[in-house]
């Protein structure tokens, strides 16, 4: 009897031990799909990416492979969208290849125009050739029918693993976990804390370094704080370190100027803390749970324009001055919390996805 679709998944990678919440959701996914009985494994490919070299291109279509009976190909976006030929040619031989899109290759800020219209071009051709799309979010899904045309990628939304809740600090601690990098925007959150040094904040940013021009742009604006002393740079943290992150952190402030989905949005509300998440993303689903928005009054934080420091700023005031407000917010964080997807969803949605019959090539 033959295998059934998926019974055997790869999930290639980008072989790139800094962790993203891209790569989080892979990790995350391949275990959840070996939980629902599946042979699934992560397949790291070496190189450069979304920027490879011939022999990282060599490196995927040996992790591509040959048609093997029951077996499927969930690649991460971040690999397959810059090599759309070995895409193209996978697919030709007979090996289903699904392309999980994170976030657009595009998006990412401070890249050269001509180079963000090439990448941009590359990923519309690799959605095209590839069996199936996967995406993190409805807005996801919505951008890349605008961006690409893709008209049928398929939605699985991150889950969460149950974690215990955040007992918080004193004074009150803010939490801003990303990537030190210009997509992250964390120079306008530090902007935006400057008038309120006659509050009581502390901040982390928390993440991988980035580009050392932007990081010494984060340091120029800590630097320019009435008390630079309240911001720490830690670096990124997992494990044990970071779940000590978030018992301490009272909010979660995501400043981004792009995201698909957010799931540290998710991971705070796991915790019961409120976050404040950029307008005009999938943070904005991840934070309410739904993509058609909820009563701003029944949400557990707020949505602000990523490019408007000033509305930043009077945000965390209310959120600093007001107990109310910040009972209002814990309390919503903590009802979102009990309504959270697992990732044993987020498996199921994926396998539904690698299961649907293969669509006509674009």
Known sequence: MAEPAGARIDVVVPDDDRPTGGSLYDERVAA????????????????????????????????????????AVLLDGLVGCAAPEAVADAVAAGVPVHVLVHLPLALETGLDPQLAAALDRQEAAALAAATGVVVTSSWAAEDLRRRHGTEDAAVAVPGTEPAPVATGSDPPRLTCLGSLTPLKNQVLLLEALAPLGGQAWSLDLVGAPGPPPWRARVDAAVAALPDPARVRVPGPLTGAALEAQWAATDLLVLPSRAETYGMVVAEALAHGVPALVPAGTGAVEALDGTPHGVDPAERAGAVLDPDDPAAWTTALRAWLTDPALRARWRAAALARRRRLRRWSDTAHDVLAALEAPARAPS
């Open 32 to 71: 959840a799909l070996r939980g629902l009985g599946r042979e699934a494994r992560t397949v790291p490919v070496a190189g450069d990416w979304p920027r490879p070299d011939t022999t990282a291109r060599r490196r995927l279509r040996a992790a591509l492979g040959a048609p093997v009976p029951g077996r």
